[in-house]
């Protein structure tokens, strides 16, 4: 009894823990809130290396959202993401240029 009394506590426990998120959750909450400098701070320090974060960066230039609206920093940015194997930077890439922006 004394067992499974513990079981119950140590996963209740585990459980109630708020869940740590990283640099790219935390971006993309800020984004989806309209907070769109709380989002580039987030993603800047992980935007060498992580392709979802070099997408969403090139996004928010090719849409101006918290930057200046920039074709070519968007497709700079989108090239890096689909060049590291993104299918989100290659379909963004791929619209950019399908719309003639690129």
């Known amino acids: 009894m004394r067992?499974?009394?513990?079981?119950?506590?140590?996963?209740?426990?585990?459980?109630?823990?708020?869940?740590?998120?990283g640099p790219l959750e935390d971006g993309a909450r800020a984004y989806q809130r309209g907070d769109y400098a709380g989002a580039m701070n987030a993603w800047r320090p992980i935007?060498?290396?992580?392709?979802?974060?070099?997408?969403?960066?090139?996004v928010m230039y090719m849409d101006g959202h918290g930057?200046?609206?920039?074709y070519p920093l968007a497709i700079q940015w989108l090239s890096r993401s689909a060049a590291a194997g993104s299918s989100l930077g290659q379909n963004s890439l791929g619209g950019i240029y399908r719309d003639g922006r690129g």
């Open 67 to 70: 930057v200046a609206r920039s």
């Open 47 to 58: 935007s060498q290396t992580d392709p979802t974060v070099m997408n969403n960066i090139g």
């Open 3 to 21: 067992k499974s009394f513990m079981a119950v506590l140590a996963a209740a426990t585990l459980f109630s823990l708020p869940v740590l998120a």
